[in-house]
């Protein structure tokens, strides 16, 4: 770095490193589009499990069980809470691990409103 120049500091994960304040937006976003898409991609298939389940059943000739969905509403709000506790806590949790949990969170709600509508 030139001598006079400001140095910024960013933090990526929990390392913190020196970085030009221009590369700290790039970092920032494309981090954040990396964390949506596994958030979206773990949604996505855990929705999807949810439907196959319900049409593997459905062609066996099984009832569907009563309560279903609001088990499904109840597994939504656990993971719901989980996922902003180790998000907004403070302590060191992996972003895989929270990334995970909001998936989880959104592919059940996803999979409630679907029964509804349905």
């Given at each position: 770095?030139?001598?006079?120049?400001?140095?910024?500091?960013?933090?990526i994960?929990?390392?913190?490193?020196?970085?030009?304040?221009?590369?700290?937006?790039l970092?920032?976003s494309?981090?954040?589009m990396?964390?949506t898409?596994?958030?979206?991609?773990?949604a996505?298939?855990?929705?999807?499990l949810?439907?196959?389940?319900q049409?593997?059943?459905?062609?066996?000739?099984?009832?569907?069980?009563?309560?279903?969905?609001?088990?499904?509403?109840i597994?939504?709000?656990?993971?719901?809470?989980?996922?902003?506790?180790?998000?907004f806590a403070?302590?060191?949790?992996?972003?895989?691990?929270?990334d995970?949990?909001?998936?989880?969170s959104?592919?059940?709600?996803?999979?409630?409103?679907?029964?509804?509508?349905?």
């Open positions: 770095m030139p001598p006079g120049a400001a140095r910024f500091h960013c933090e994960a929990t390392t913190v490193i020196p970085c030009a304040g221009s590369v700290v937006p970092l920032a494309s981090q954040l990396l964390r898409i596994r958030i979206i991609g773990t996505t298939i855990l929705a999807s949810f439907r196959l389940s049409q593997i059943s459905q062609a066996w000739g099984q009832e569907t069980v009563g309560g279903y969905t609001v088990a499904l509403a597994v939504s709000m656990l993971f719901l809470v989980r996922a902003a506790i180790t998000e403070g302590r060191e949790v992996h972003v895989i691990q929270r995970i949990l909001w998936g989880l959104l592919g059940a709600f996803v999979s409630m409103i679907a029964r509804v509508v349905r």
